[in-house]
């Protein structure tokens, strides 16, 4: 980055001196250089999860299979529960999206990008205002955008949209393109289109056409189970949503019914 980023530069290297999780991403050093500042990461080989959803073809990925982005979700939310509730000070990430989300070797996935975190040095659950909005629109959370007033609710917000691109292989704002001018001129929220589909009383029925297309083989209770944890974390209230701490345990229980899944089905055809 420029040297005119140096408050993020040094706020990133700041915090990666003082937390260590296995799904936050290491720091390795730093560098200057001429006007630039430079921070060097452990190898993440797989990049970013979000070029695996929907920048797979360019980047020649193949698809990840249900079972890899549950794991994935898991790994991110422990990152998440570890700077929200086992540090001190505690943090807030505030920039909690896909493409923050990186992948090692075999795809267990790390939390990245400190630059904009926030610190609690009380409570985490008690909040702070922020001087000003940053972070990622589509990944904002409503009282965030609102108020000014920013807690670790708010990455639990930004993580609701991370599960709900999982589950559907799509940005958290696309963009429409209009038919007679061939020109991008309306957003469409994935948290919105998303929501519309899960106040249904049958959810799984319109939720099955708009799953990501590449995922053919999946546990369907699992991917439910996934989805309405996805509508919790982006409730309006935040004082409704769950924390880390749950999310962590909800997607815990959800992997392990997942993997019990598959060694029934792989017994079943070792029998056919």
């Known amino acids: 980055m420029k040297n005119t980023n140096s408050k993020e530069f040094l706020s990133e290297l700041n915090i990666l001196c003082r937390v260590h999780h296995i799904n936050l ?9 001429g006007d630039s500042l430079f921070l060097i990461y452990e190898l993440a080989q797989n990049g970013a999860l979000s070029d695996h959803l929907y920048n797979r073809v360019v980047r ?31 943090f807030i990430h505030r920039d909690v999206k896909s493409s923050n989300i990186l992948l ?18 009380h409570s985490p659950d008690v909040g702070t205002a922020a001087s ?31 599960l709900m691109e999982l589950l559907t292989g799509q940005p958290a704002l696309s963009r429409d393109a209009s038919p007679e001018t061939v020109q991008y001129v309306e957003h469409r929220s994935l948290v919105e289109y998303m929501l519309s589909i899960l106040v249904n009383n049958d959810p799984f029925t319109k939720l099955s056409q708009c799953i990501d297309p590449s995922l053919i083989h999946f546990h369907k209770d699992s991917l439910l189970q996934m989805a309405l944890l996805s509508k919790d974390c982006v409730d309006d209230d935040w004082n409704r949503r769950p924390d ?29």
């Open 60 to 90: 020649g990925y193949k698809p990840l299979c249900w079972t890899t982005r549950v794991q994935i979700a898991l790994d991110a939310a422990k990152g998440l529960e570890y700077i929200h509730l086992h540090t001190k000070p505690y």
């Open 25 to 33: 991403i290491e720091l390795i050093g730093y560098a200057a250089g």
């Open 244 to 272: 880390m701490c749950k999310v962590v345990l909800r997607l815990s229980h959800i992997l392990a019914c997942l993997k019990e899944w598959e060694e029934k089905s792989d017994c079943n055809s070792s029998l056919c």
């Open 132 to 162: 000003r909005i940053v972070g990622t629109f589509g990944y904002l959370a409503p009282e965030y955008v609102r108020d000014g007033r920013v807690n670790t609710k708010s990455d639990v917000y930004s993580f609701g949209v991370v």
């Open 104 to 121: 090692d070797s075999g795809f267990r996935a790390k939390i990245a990008d400190f630059g904009l975190v926030k610190l609690l040095e």
